[in-house]
T-cell receptor
Framework: GESVGLHLPTLSVQEGDNSIINCAYS??????FIWYKQESGKGPQFIID?????DKRQGQRVTVLLNKTVKHLSLQIAATQPGDSAVYFC???????????FGRGTSLIVHP | NAGVMQNPRHLVRRRGQEARLRCSPM?????VYWYRQLPEEGLKFMVY????????ESGMPKERFSAEFPKEGPSILRIQQVVRGDSAAYFC????????????FGSGTQLSVL
């Protein structure tokens, strides 16, 4: 089975609100995690990553939190904009591996 | 610096025909990955290649599917005798090839089998 899964298939938010997308993983050997954004008709685009020796990492308007105790990963998007509407995937890579495993994805819908 | 280039963007084949999907990695990247995506689904790993070598093909169907990444030229994903169930978006990604490294994806090839 997949080592990565997402809690919610769809998340609807109002423009300007903060969004939180969650992800659970099952492989305790995973030590690298990546969030990708995929817009309709396009390939996945890298957003942010985090390694297992960290529990938080911030980018521009995005923050990734990692809780290794419960094997949970989240992506927080501040001041969500209509352009953030897309499907968001988390992926994990076990230590020493080269191959990310993707979850099913969460569709983020931002209402103006 | 051009990103990962895939062609064609759309490919229509009739059942029984062959499909060839091409992928040129980012400049400086020597590792290529192929993923398949069905509608409303995540990306399923198929195969991981370096130049002239298949490193991991654990996600590739045993029959009709093959992949190569020659010394010169793009990586090719080849599907022989296509069936309707092969209809999907096929994405290629590349990396420089160290462990625990993010992948950069192309725009994909949408294969439709009639």
């Amino acid at each position: 089975g997949e080592s990565v899964g997402l809690h919610l298939p769809t998340l609807s938010v109002q423009e300007g609100d903060n969004s939180i997308i969650n992800c659970a993983y099952s492989n305790s050997a995973s030590d690298y995690f990546i969030w990708y954004k995929q817009e309709s008709g396009k390939g996945p685009q890298f957003i942010i990553d985090i390694r297992s020796n960290m529990d938080k990492r911030q980018g521009q308007r995005v923050t990734v939190l990692l809780n290794k105790t419960v094997k949970h990963l989240s992506l927080q998007i501040a001041a969500t904009q209509p352009g953030d509407s897309a499907v968001y995937f988390c992926a994990d890579i076990p230590g020493g591996s080269y191959i990310p495993t993707f979850g099913r994805g969460t569709s983020l819908i931002v209402h103006p | 610096n051009a990103g990962v280039m895939q062609n064609p963007r759309h490919l229509v084949r009739r059942r029984g025909q062959e499909a060839r999907l091409r992928c040129s990695p980012m400049k400086g990247h020597s590792h290529v990955y192929w993923y398949r995506q069905l509608p409303e689904e995540g990306l399923k790993f198929m195969v991981y290649l370096q130049k002239e070598n298949i490193i991991d093909e654990s996600g590739m169907p045993k029959e009709r599917f093959s992949a190569e990444f020659p010394k010169e030229g793009p990586s090719i994903l080849r599907i022989q005798q296509v069936v309707r169930g092969d209809s999907a978006a096929y994405f290629c990604a590349s990396s420089q090839g160290t462990a625990n490294e993010k992948l950069f994806f192309g725009s994909g090839t949408q294969l439709s089998v009639l």
